[in-house]
């Protein structure tokens, strides 16, 4: 089975600039999560969707953070302006659907620098 | 607010050692219970996983103690090798509408010794 798969996977961009993160999940997962991880700390969720339905965003920072998922597979994150505290490990994960607390795979990741 | 306090941030145990790392939450909705291995450039991977009806989880060398009462949870990794060396993440959900959100602990990086 292959895994989540994001990208690019390092991307360096000065503040005020913009930036677009793509994923796409594990095939046949509907429920598709973007967390960020600042270093040194957990991961936190951004936006949840089911298929390409928003289930909570509520911790999105809305002013500068868009996401969506077109046909309920491959999702993009963008930050419009980025700010030098965006700088973080932006992660997808994935799985079967909102019960499925077992499937729940994350991909690798994009490291996002903001100078 | 911290929902989950993860304790130590860092651990240095000698091969065959056993590895505790500790975890306290707040909300007693969480039902939910995982914890998260991570190795460098990589993304957090399932360990192992206990739901608040039972006290304890054993899947090889991991164990997950749970304490419902003290609203703790602790990962305990018996001889630990050198290969376990990587961040360790405690979580915890509720699963309810929006189900499976995870808040995670700010992690514990575990360095194995030979």
């Known amino acids: 089975e292959a895994g989540v798969a994001q990208s690019p996977r390092y991307k360096i961009i000065e503040k005020r600039q913009s930036v677009a993160f793509w994923c796409n999940p594990i095939s046949g997962h509907a429920t598709l999560y973007w967390y960020q991880q600042i270093l040194g700390q957990g991961p936190k969720l951004l936006i949840q969707f089911q298929n390409n339905g928003v289930v909570d965003d509520s911790q999105l920072p809305k002013d500068r953070f868009s996401a969506e998922r077109l046909k309920g597979v491959d999702s993009t994150l963008k930050i419009q302006p980025a700010k030098l505290e965006d700088s973080a490990v932006y992660l997808c994960a994935s799985s079967l659907d909102l019960g499925q607390g077992y499937g729940y795979t994350f991909g690798s990741g994009t490291r996002l620098t903001v100078v | 607010q911290q929902q989950v306090k993860q304790s130590p941030q860092s651990l240095i145990v000698q091969k065959g050692g056993i590895s505790i790392i500790n975890c306290a939450y707040e909300?007693?909705?969480?039902?939910?219970f995982p914890w998260y291995q991570q190795f460098p450039g990589k993304g957090p991977a399932l360990l192992i996983a206990i739901r608040p009806d039972v006290s304890e989880k054993k899947e090889g060398r991991f164990t997950i103690s749970f304490n419902k009462s003290a609203k703790q949870f602790s990962l305990h990794i018996m001889d630990s090798q050198p290969g376990d060396s990587a961040t360790y993440f405690c979580a915890a959900s509720t699963s309810g509408a929006g189900s499976y959100q995870l808040t995670f602990g700010k992690g514990t990086k575990l360095s194995v010794i030979p």
């Open positions: 909300n007693t909705a969480f039902d939910y």
